[in-house]
């Protein structure tokens, strides 16, 4: 089953100086939930919803300060209509709420790469990244902490989409989103992350899901006694007895 973005989620969020974020946005059944964002001042809790779901929280915390981002997930979930993200006082966060058909639906979670930069950088390189899973899922979060942003994000990479980026609005913080739905290579995968005008702390977190399995063959009919089916093994050894019959 291959893997799809399901609408547009909450879009791009800004909160500033706040305790807690609660968003509105209706969910379809059956589907892996993802909340991400950056958050200047302290990380967030593990976010809750109306559905009163588990969730997952991943953080990524800069060692010298500055912009840190999270990827929150939640598993093969029923419908909901509401999700909240509590913050501690004094922290501003850019979010999004988005949601995925075809993704495993227990043990989802993959991997992870983290990089950040430290002040005087205008641009950050996540890394190579491979993936677990051919066909699996990747969603990415870059985030700088500075003043006077302006003007779109400048990043590259080969094969991400729903790419979405937030000026700096709030406390000096820039964020851009990005997801990366791998069609058959496990990559290496990379994305460079630019911000136009930063010379600031950046942070970038990478974090891939894995899909839903394919199907197992099945058989209408029982092997006739002239027949071998390999299961499992496509080098062998193989045996085979001459059917009684034959004789």
Known sequence: M?????GTGTGLIEAGNTTSYGGTFTTNNDRHLVIRGDWIGVAPNT????????WTLRVKTHTAGGIGTYVAYSENRASITTFTVTFASGTYTRLALDQYSGVKTTG??????LAEASAGNTSLASGNFTIGDANGLIIGVGASDDSGISGPWASTGTGWSAVRSIADNVNGGSAEFADLIAVGSTGPYSRTWVCPGVNSP???????FLGQSAPVPTYANTPRDDELIALGSVLGPFSWVKPQSWF
């Open 2 to 6: 291959t893997i799809a973005r399901d």
């Open 47 to 54: 976010p809750t919803d109306s559905g009163s779901g588990s």
């Open 108 to 113: 989802s979670y993959d991997a992870e790469l």
């Open 202 to 208: 950046f942070s970038s977190q990478l974090v891939s």
